[in-house]
Structure formats: structure tokens, C-alpha cells
């Protein structure tokens, strides 16, 4: 190694003696990312940063008076909602996870090329209607008097579910699950697309040698494909769980007011009590502990293959 | 990892001593702990930089608000409304007759954009150039009466020149006239009128007729499927009148007492939800059986689905406008007097009215709407009888310090 890098003096030139202009090439080519960073996300931090420590009005203008207790009462009055709002996307994921696994295995294993194309655009279909429309759309989906419901109420099902707390008399719509349904079909794509990457580069040799190994088909699956699927099951975790638990359109459309989610409570601080000190803590908070959790989460999976 | 590698792009002395902290074998101090402590120092400057400047009074005589007018020799207007807001033309939608009669009678070009979709977030949006004393660049906006208010109260709106205002002083509904957020119209016209009522479905409800707010919050034949409005003034003016408080002039304690009876009928679930104007689709299926709704709203639903039913509570009901109103510094408040001049003839609030179906604030148009549109001229949920107009009560206007309490609570009550 030593002796060829001698052997090539012009490859370990120290970067202070280059020429300027190659010195400067990694700069150049940072700086888009750079500027869409600091614009995009620094600034809008560092504004939110100090939002959250000012105090006063409209009226009186805000100043940054260090008021570091807005943290403290924001996080005491809305505990519940961030406590709802992980649960919720929590099991949204878990739901993703169990509906997305088998269908990215069957697009990347099972389906001829032909068909698998088909599938996937069908996957991403959905995106091509606005967000709100489709989850609107689950109000008629989940209607009181619609076909889902009479049929999981001619199974008892939705007794076994007012049981547990999930919904409420002989409906979906305004409970906990039609969130819950709302959040897991929404972000499904977001789970179902990394899933398929990661299942679809694993080389089916590996199966066949499993198998002269005398591994049945679902040791295959527990001992080889599922640990190389890993990764897209972090990455596929992450995607959806993020974005779920600061979610707040579904929670308004198909909840009621005891299943508002902590993005609800920073949307009406923000907009209609005009409290935007603890809208922006909220926010913070929000952040922290949604990192704290990734961070826990990343550590246990191990995620060398993700970055 | 090379130390030039590490040094490249910092400046002469932070190299200095990071190569002093190397040599020394005292690298305790970190590149990570190095950027965190210039972040830190230049994140405290920044972050006490980032204050919101108050909001300059309405009320010095110096008019703040006024911008330089440039309408006489630019004759252009820019007009932000809500989508859905003006008459088209039945073969061409991208026309707007009247505001082409507009252009045709005055030569002033209009800018028309439909970039409100709601009080509050129009608000987030224009209050950072407001804040700062700039240009919207928008010369003449529509909003509820509430948040036009509130611009007022911020000195954030221009106040209007009556003489070039000659149709809109006459014409003006009587019933709009005083405003307490607005005496006398000196910032603000009204663009329509919307009316807060009862709606219903009655196959839901089995033929069971609905006729007041208490019955909304108490009849357990409706348990769970009644709705509410996410608009606080809407659904606590319609509660404050169901107790037999006047909304345009209640205490803090009344306003209590309503979200408190409120607040019992969300906790035994008689309340499903609080919506914006996504009521319509739950009240078409029955999901809904009763709930608080917009006149406007009320006229399609109707048409659509004949089971629905509007009612008007003996106590009363809500009404409230939308209005026009030239925002601070924008550029052509003339051309936009000019504008608001134009809409308070009889045969052009008319034409708006058939195109629109919301309630005219201009006094006197009904003979010309019986003749261009009479079925909608009979519509009492466009053109208010008698009998219904003078049940109409107006929500008063609040201080800041009423409104971030009140919000406050109401955003508890909703569960956000």
C-alpha cells in the first residue's frame, strides 16, 4: 500500500500544496447542498430556536427573553398528545411492516418482470392525488352505514375493538383505528419501496444454496433473507414512523377530539392562538424526542448496511 | 486521519491550534467540540436577532399603513380571494364577467389569485411582510370579519377614501353598517355575507325534525353523531345564543359557560367531531345526523341530497362577512376603491350573487337577481326573509389578550 502510494507521489500531494482550483473542487461541489441546507434548514432552526425562548404579543412585538420554562409547561400540557401520537404511528408502522413485507417480497421474489413493473406503479399510484383528497377518501371507505363497516359488525369484530379501546359504539370513523388506518394506508409506499430495494438486490442463489443446505423454505427465510433485508426494514421503519407521528391531517379528518395528535396541537398554537413560543417548543420537543428514539432504535438494529 | 486533511479550510489560527493540540498530544478539544462552540457563539447572536417587531398602532394620526399610491398612473390591481369566490362564465370558466365589465368600465387590470383557503393560515403567510412594514404586493384581500378585525387592530390595513366609495356608502346592507371592529366601514366592505345554521339529514335522524342547539347537545337519538364547527366564533356564538347570551356583547364568564356545556358533550361522546367544511360529505351519508353549517355550503348539499334540511333556531343565528379590505403599503388603494365601488351596483352584485349563491351585502340588488337568476332570488339561504334577517347576530370583535385566551380554551375544548 505504502509503496505504491511512493511509487505515485501526485496521489498524496497534501491538499494545502494542490493548485487553488482542485484544492476548492470538493467545496464546489458541496455548496448546492450547502445552500439548500442553511437556507432551508438552518435558518428556519435557528428562527424556530428563538421563537421558542421568546415571550409577548402581536401587539407588543416578541422578544427573546430566554423563557426556557415554555419547554417545561409546553411539554406537562401536551404529554398526552405526544404519548397518542407515538402510539399511534407506532402501530401504523407495525401494521405497514406486516401488510408491506409480503407484498415487497412477492414483487421482488414471486411476480415475472412484467407484472412486477405493474405492481409497483400500482404502489406509487397514489401519490399522484393529493394527500388530503385520499385520506378524505377513507371517510366514505369507513363510513358509518358503508360496507366495511356493517360487515366487521355482522363478524363482532368492532365489539372486540370497543373492547380494547380502539373504537367507540358500532363505528370506525372518528375512533382510534380509523387513525390508525388512515396513518398505516398513507404511508404504506414509504415502507413498501425501501423493503423492495433491499429484497430485490438479494441474489436468489442464496436460496438455492440454503436449500441444498436442507434449510426448509422459512429457515430460508428466518436465517438468510430476512437479516439482508434488514436494512430495508430499518430504513422502511424509519420512513414511515417519522412522518406519522408528526402527522396531523388524518387525526382531523378521521378523529375526534380525543384523538387529536401533537401536530394538531402545534397547528391550532400556531395559527389560532397565535402562541408561537410554544408552538416552536413544541416543535423541539417533538424533534428530540423523535431523534432520541431513532437513535435508541438505529443502535439496537445496527445499520452498517444502511449508511 | 492526515492533519492537513483536518486543517483544510479553517482559518490560519484555528490551525495553529489545532496543530499545537496535536503536537502536545492534548487533543482533547475536538473538531465536533470546536464547531459546537463557534455554533454556539454565533447562534446566540442570531437567536436574540430573530424577534418579531410589535405592530405598529392603527390609530396615529400619521397613517403608518399608507403606502405610496400609485394608481393613477399604474392601472393594475392585485386581488387575492378565496377559490370559488367569483361568477365565471357558464361556457368559459377562466372568465370572470364581472370583473371584465370591471376592466372594461375603469381600464384597471386585475390580478385576480385565489391564494386564500383560510383565515388563519392567509394570516402565517402575509404577517411576516406586515410585521416588517412591507408590500404584500397584494393590493386588495378578502377576509372574514374577524381576522379583517384583527389587521385593523394591527394598524395593518389601509383606511379607505369615502369619495371615490359613493355606491358602496349608499348601498351598503344596514345590518353591516357598524361593525364594532370596524364603525362606520372606515378600513373595510363587506364581499358577502355567510350565515351560520342548523343543518340536518333527516333520513338520519328518522324524520325527527331538529330545531334548536340544545337539542344538538343534549338529544341522546343523536349521540355521536353530531358535529360542530373547528371556527370557534361559529360554534360558540350559536352556543352563547342557545344559552340566551348575545354574541355581540357576552362576558369572559359566558364565554366559560359555554365552552363548559360544550365540553360536557364532547366528554359523553354526544359530540362525533369538530369539522371545517368537511361536514358535507357525513351529513350527505347520515354518518351525521345533525350538525353547524354553512349557509353557502347548505345550498349544494340540498341540491345534491334532498334529505338535508337547514333550520333556523328560535334563539337566533350566526352571521358574519367576508371583506374587502387593502392590506398596509400595497400600492393601489385607489384602483382598489375603485374595485369595491364597482361590486356595490345592484345589477353587478347581481350577476356575482346567481354566480355564487352567498348572501349580498348590498342593499336593494334583489329586483335585479329576480331577473337574472329567480329561482335563486326565492333562496331564504341567499336572500334572507325578512323574518330571518332580524334574528341575525353579529360576534363581537375581541382584544388580543380575549383572543389567545379564548382560542386557548377552544383549542382544548376541540382536543388540540
Known amino acids: 500500500m505504502t509503496a505504491t502510494a511512493e511509487a505515485a507521489p501526485t496521489q498524496v500531494i497534501p491538499l494545502q500544496d494542490r493548485p487553488p482550483r482542485r484544492r476548492l473542487t470538493p467545496y464546489w461541489l458541496l455548496l448546492p447542498g450547502l445552500a439548500w441546507l442553511v437556507v432551508f434548514f438552518v435558518v428556519p432552526m435557528v428562527y424556530q430556536a428563538s421563537t421558542s425562548l421568546q415571550t409577548g404579543s402581536l401587539e407588543q412585538g416578541f422578544q427573546l427573553t430566554w423563557h426556557f420554562s415554555t419547554y417545561w409547561d409546553a411539554l406537562s400540557e401536551y404529554k398526552w398528545h405526544f404519548v397518542r401520537s407515538f402510539g399511534f404511528s407506532a402501530i401504523a408502522t407495525l401494521l405497514c411492516l406486516a401488510i408491506g413485507y409480503p407484498l415487497a417480497y412477492t414483487i421482488a421474489f414471486k411476480a415475472s418482470k412484467r407484472w412486477r413493473n405493474v405492481i409497483l406503479i400500482l404502489v406509487i399510484a397514489p401519490f399522484f392525488t393529493s394527500f388530503l383528497i385520499r385520506t378524505l377518501a377513507w371517510k366514505t371507505i369507513l363510513s358509518d352505514s358503508g360496507p366495511v363497516v356493517e360487515t366487521l359488525n355482522a363478524l363482532h369484530l368492532l365489539s372486540l375493538t370497543d373492547a380494547i379501546g380502539l373504537t367507540t359504539g358500532q363505528r370506525l370513523l372518528a375512533t382510534p383505528l380509523a387513525v390508525i388506518c388512515g396513518l398505516t394506508y398513507n404511508f404504506l409506499p414509504f415502507m413498501i419501496l425501501p423493503l423492495y430495494t433491499s429484497l430485490e438486490r438479494i441474489d436468489p442463489r442464496l436460496h438455492e444454496a440454503a436449500g441444498d443446505l436442507y434449510a426448509r423454505p422459512f429457515t430460508t427465510f428466518r436465517k438468510v433473507t430476512f437479516p439482508i433485508s434488514l436494512p430495508g426494514v430499518v430504513a422502511g421503519t424509519l420512513l414511515t414512523f417519522i412522518p406519522a407521528s408528526g402527522d396531523y391531517i388524518n387525526a382531523q379528518l378521521l378523529g375526534s377530539p380525543s384523538e387529536q395528535m401533537i401536530g394538531n396541537a402545534i397547528q391550532k398554537q400556531f395559527l389560532n392562538v397565535l402562541d408561537y413560543p410554544t408552538a416552536a417548543a413544541l416543535s423541539f420537543i417533538l424533534m428530540a424526542l423523535i431523534l432520541g428514539m431513532v437513535t435508541v432504535y438505529m443502535r439496537k438494529a445496527g445499520t452498517e448496511e444502511l449508511v | 486521519m492526515e492533519f492537513n486533511e483536518i486543517a483544510d479550510g479553517m482559518s490560519a489560527p484555528v490551525r495553529k491550534a489545532w496543530a499545537r493540540s496535536l503536537t502536545n498530544g492534548r487533543a482533547a478539544m475536538s473538531r465536533r467540540m470546536l464547531l459546537q462552540a463557534t455554533a454556539l457563539m454565533a447562534g446566540t447572536g442570531t437567536l436574540a436577532a430573530c424577534g418579531i417587531p410589535a405592530a405598529k398602532s392603527g390609530s396615529q394620526e400619521s397613517a403608518p399603513a399608507a403606502g405610496p399610491d400609485s394608481s393613477d398612473t399604474d392601472k393594475t390591481l392585485s386581488f387575492s380571494n378565496w377559490p370559488l369566490y367569483i361568477d365565471v362564465d357558464a361556457k368559459d370558466e377562466t372568465k370572470r364577467p364581472t370583473l371584465d365589465a370591471f376592466t372594461a368600465a375603469t381600464g384597471v387590470k386585475v390580478k385576480y389569485t385565489e391564494d386564500i383557503n383560510d383565515n388563519v393560515e392567509f394570516f402565517g403567510k402575509v404577517k411576516p411582510q406586515l410585521a416588517a412594514g412591507q408590500d404584500t404586493g397584494r393590493d386588495l384581500v378578502v377576509l372574514t370579519d374577524w381576522m379583517a378585525g384583527r389587521l385593523i387592530r394591527l394598524g395593518w390595513a389601509q383606511k379607505l377614501n369615502p369619495a371615490n366609495l359613493t355606491n358602496a356608502l349608499t348601498n351598503l346592507e344596514a345590518r353591516f353598517r357598524a361593525p364594532d371592529w370596524d364603525p362606520g366601514r372606515q378600513y373595510s366592505y363587506p364581499w358577502t355575507s355567510i350565515q351560520t345554521v342548523i343543518a340536518y339529514n333527516k333520513k338520519a335522524t328518522k324524520g325527527k325534525e331538529i ?206
Open chain 2, 211 to 416: 330545531t334548536s342547539v340544545a337539542q344538538l347537545l343534549d338529544d341522546p337519538a343523536l349521540k355521536g353523531r353530531v358535529t360542530f364547527l373547528s371556527e370557534m366564533r361559529d360554534t360558540i356564538g350559536m352556543v352563547l345564543l342557545s344559552m340566551g347570551k348575545e354574541p355581540a356583547k357576552f362576558t369572559a364568564d359566558d364565554f366559560d359557560a359555554a365552552i363548559a356545556r360544550v365540553q360536557k358533550a364532547v366528554d359523553n361522546k354526544q359530540i362525533r367531531k369538530f369539522t371545517g367544511n368537511d361536514y358535507g360529505q357525513e351529513l350527505s351519508s347520515g354518518d351525521i345526523a345533525a350538525c353547524i353549517a354553512w349557509g353557502g355550503d347548505l345550498i349544494q348539499l340540498k341540491a345534491d341530497n334532498p334529505d338535508i334540511e337547514f333550520v333556523i333556531p328560535a334563539e337566533g343565528y350566526l352571521s358574519s362577512t367576508d371583506n374587502m379590505l387593502v392590506p398596509a403599503k400595497a400600492q393601489h388603494k385607489k384602483n382598489a376603491e375603485l374595485l369595491i365601488n364597482f361590486y356595490y351596483q345592484h345589477e353587478i352584485a347581481a350577476q356575482l350573487t346567481a354566480g355564487i349563491n352567498y348572501v349580498s351585502p348590498v342593499a336593494g340588488m334583489e329586483p335585479e337577481l329576480a331577473k337574472i337568476a329567480p329561482e335563486v332570488a326565492e333562496n331564504p339561504l341567499v336572500v334572507p326573509t325578512r323574518e330571518m334577517a332580524a334574528k341575525t347576530h353579529l360576534f363581537r370583535s375581541l382584544t388580543e389578550a380575549e383572543e389567545t385566551d379564548f382560542e386557548s380554551k377552544f383549542s382544548k375544548l376541540i382536543g388540540a
